[in-house]
């Protein structure tokens, strides 16, 4: 990693300067993290007072545990669910826009400022429009003959959380394909239409591709975001229920630890929720092009 | 564009439109609830259009908040909110750009090791090792203050990496110049770089106090006494605390209003906002 050809001769400086970083870094992410690595080692008996060293025993409770596995599946259908839903309308979205002249950036306007809203009010909205027994929707969806029920039902609560998940999402994902998509060279687009392709044809043989890097890129971000961010639309709404149904990984790791007060329990699963997100940041950070112009 | 559609470009604008109803709907919903009396929601389907109780339900929930259910006036909680908001954003803004500064600016032992020291804050979210980093502060007695609220959170990676991407596009002639003319690092810093970083700096300023302002769990964790409640955090309170069905009109004005401040923020700012998320994200 390169500095500057030139560089100042202090020789305490740089780490005066770096100091407040490193220790908030040290003290608020790498301790507490590496407690949870030896935490998961150990369990504590009933009354909370002495923990016995068990090795990697708590791991193998959790993979015989078939309410770990329920968690797994869930948060894999809904981070799959939101990314797809979230990035398809805004790949919709963004493509249409950019064919606008004079109405582009109003439409921008109104499709971007959903990012300011935090997950957990979002997931309050969708709750709000989708309530059983006044929500605008399941009024809706009644004249059809749905009979819709979060409260009771797995699937329907999975709908809800997805909805508000990728409804929130929608905004960052549309400017970045608006982003990738002013970067595509007119020319090769004209040049096309020259030779006589349809619209669809040019947006599959030369749009698409030419944003595949920027369509990988959000791909992973979207699934980080779907698997850690969402914990306050789920906590603020369905609260994992109903029977498990929504309990997604990082909502499981709160409730074991928090509610269930099972700390060994927890910790192994925090062990193994950072290393989902190492494999996820290394991908990010390896394979990505990062060399998109905006 | 490449011809002109007419019937092409009519389907574009009714996709557009259905596309700004679906992400504009659920907070008409909530601005419409907001405004209605009680009696609205005890039956039948939630109206859609605005009622004459507005006035009345925002006063209510501002002023005095629902002290049976425990949650205390918005307006309290909104000042926390931006409080911690604007720490989170100072801090992290004030430490990434210090710690930049001294890994490009300066050559010293184990510069590649602090490197990687704050780029790994990246790969450890808050959401994923909960339980340990509430005992931690926890320990060192942060619950229910601003400190422990914001300071465990503004640690960055991500603007330490823009700050340092920026300084490295900074002529090599800016600092010769300056070294010749006798400034020291600190003359440096603050004539030189600081003017030229503004952009920069206002950027992630939007895109940080969004962040700051959204915060859920860890306010929810740190913060047990009504002093310090967040808006975002008592609005899940107002709607599993108290009894069976939440007070609709009144949990949707507070939405509406834990909702504006940063959505303001993106309308006013939104080529500032366009310009921290994708670089920030490069």
């Known amino acids: ?294 | 564009m490449v011809e002109n559609r007419p019937l092409g470009n009519l389907l574009s604008h009714i996709i557009l439109i259905f596309g700004v109803a679906l992400v504009v709907f659920p907070v008409w919903v909530a601005i419409v609830a907001s405004t209605h009396p009680p009696g609205t929601f005890v039956r039948g389907v939630m109206p859609l259009l605005p009622g004459p109780n507005g006035w009345e339900n925002y006063r209510t929930i501002l002023l005095e908040g629902r002290s049976r259910a425990g949650t205390p006036p918005v307006i309290g909680m909104m000042w926390n909110s931006f409080v911690m908001a604007m720490c989170i954003t100072l801090g992290k803004l004030a430490i990434s750009i210090i710690s930049a500064f001294a890994i490009v600016y300066f050559r010293f032992p184990f510069r590649i090791f602090f490197f990687w020291i704050i780029f790994v804050t990246l790969m450890l979210p808050v959401e994923v090792r909960i339980v340990p980093t509430f005992q931690v502060v926890a320990d060192l007695g942060m619950l229910n203050s601003f400190a422990g609220l914001s300071i465990p959170l503004i640690a960055s990676a991500t603007a330490t990496f823009l700050f340092r991407q920026f300084f490295m596009t900074i002529p090599e002639e800016m600092l010769e110049a300056a070294r010749v003319d006798g400034a020291g690092p600190f003359k440096f810093f603050k004539d030189i770089l600081l003017p030229l970083s503004i952009t920069n700096i206002a950027a992630l300023f939007v895109i940080m106090f969004i962040y700051g302002w959204n915060q859920y769990l860890w306010p929810l964790l740190i913060t047990t006494d009504p002093e310090y409640f967040t808006i975002v955090m008592g609005i899940q309170r107002m709607v599993t605390g108290g009894d069976s069905e939440p007070l609709w009109h009144l949990v949707m004005a507070t939405v509406v209003l834990a909702a504006l401040p940063p959505v303001l923020v993106i309308l006013f700012m939104q080529r500032l906002f366009v310009k921290g998320l994708t670089e920030t994200e490069k």
């Open chain 1, 1 to 294: 990693m390169q500095t500057k050809r030139m560089t100042f001769p202090s020789q305490w400086l740089p780490y005066a300067l770096l100091a407040p970083q490193v220790i908030i870094t040290l003290i608020f992410f790498i301790w507490p993290s590496a407690r949870a690595l030896w935490m998961s080692l150990l369990r504590e008996d009933a009354w909370g007072l002495r923990s016995t060293f068990v090795g990697l025993d708590n791991f193998r409770r959790l993979f015989d545990d078939p309410l770990y596995f329920n968690s797994l599946q869930v948060t894999g259908v809904f981070a799959v669910g939101t990314t797809l839903l979230s990035m398809g309308l805004a790949l919709m979205f963004a493509v249409m826009v950019n064919n606008m002249i004079r109405s582009r950036d109003a439409y921008s306007t109104f499709l971007v400022w959903p990012y300011a809203v935090a997950p957990a009010v979002a997931g309050v909205l969708w709750w709000f429009i989708f309530n059983p027994s006044i929500g605008i929707l399941p009024y809706v969806l009644d004249m059809v003959g749905y009979d819709w029920n979060h409260r009771s039902s797995g699937n329907d609560a999975m709908i809800l959380v997805i909805l508000a998940a990728a409804w929130k999402q929608i905004s960052y994902n549309f400017i970045f394909f608006l982003a990738g998509l002013q970067s595509v060279p007119q020319s090769l687009i004209e040049a096309a239409a020259i030779d006589g392709a349809s619209r669809a044809k040019r947006f599959w043989t030369i749009v698409f591709p030419l944003l595949s890097p920027i369509t990988f890129f959000l791909l992973v971000i979207n699934i980080i975001y779907a698997m850690f961010d969402t914990f306050g639309i789920i906590h603020a709404t369905t609260e994992g229920g109903p029977s498990q149904a929504t309990n997604i990984l990082v909502y499981k790791v709160y409730r074991d630890g928090f509610v269930g007060q099972n700390f060994g329990s927890s910790a192994a699963q925090s062990v193994i929720l950072m290393g989902i997100v190492i494999v996820l940041t290394v991908i990010q950070f390896r394979y990505i092009e990062r060399r998109v112009n905006y």
